[in-house]
């Protein structure tokens, strides 16, 4: 894939004030896009139903499979949209980027392992649901787990941001993580609006 390497002039990141979610700019400064379609056929999978529901800013502590298996989550605001400065994924026409940063914690007794990105899913205004699948490099800060893995033992705590691709005019009206990958049977839910 190619990669994004050209910061456009007037791309700024929002302040770690108060947690906001930053309303979508008409015409999206960072855009950069690349040949392609402007969205995905492909169907997403079923997520389970949101067991603790908060809004951005909020921390929610969510279980995970494994016996002593805990993370609190805390999503601390929505860039959008997100400057691309580099990674693996290119931007498809007719989208942006938004980056959430969240807060990691191991609020349990074992060791968190996990792929933050594989946790994180939106939902659009439009209903559409969007996995934090693509791995850009932001301006507005790193990655949680750059390398899609992350380690916490009992008592740490990571910060930094997964990255979303979201059509032009929408903007994100919820969040949802659920620990191990998806597959965890709580699922914590983040409202945006």
């Not at 770690?16 to 999978?45: I, K, M, N, Y």
């Not at 620990?179 to 609006?193: R, V, Y």
Request: some cysteine; overall charge negative; hydrophobic content about 35%.
């Amino acid at each position: 894939m190619i990669a994004l390497l050209t910061v456009v002039a007037g791309c700024s990141s929002a302040g770690h004030g108060s947690p906001t979610a930053v309303p979508p700019a008409s015409t999206p400064p960072c855009q950069s896009p690349q040949a392609g379609p402007a969205t995905s056929d492909l169907p997403e999978p079923s997520l389970p139903p949101a067991t603790q529901v908060t809004a951005l800013g909020e921390a929610l502590s969510i279980k995970g499979e494994a016996p002593g298996e805990q993370v609190t989550v805390t999503f601390l605001q929505v860039v959008d949209p997100a400057c691309g400065v580099g990674g693996s994924s290119s931007l498809l026409a007719g989208m942006k980027y938004v980056g959430l940063e969240l807060r990691l914690t191991n609020s349990g007794r074992t060791q968190y392992a996990d792929a933050p990105s594989n946790c994180t899913w939106g939902w659009t205004d439009s209903g559409r649901q969007v996995g934090s699948y693509v791995w850009p490099t932001i301006s507005a800060g790193p990655a949680i787990a750059p390398h899609a893995d992350l380690e916490l033992a009992p008592g740490q705590s990571a910060t930094g941001y997964v990255v979303m691709e979201i059509p032009e005019n929408a903007r994100l009206t919820r969040i949802d993580f659920t620990p191990d990958s998806g597959f965890a049977s709580e699922t914590g839910e983040w409202k945006l609006s």
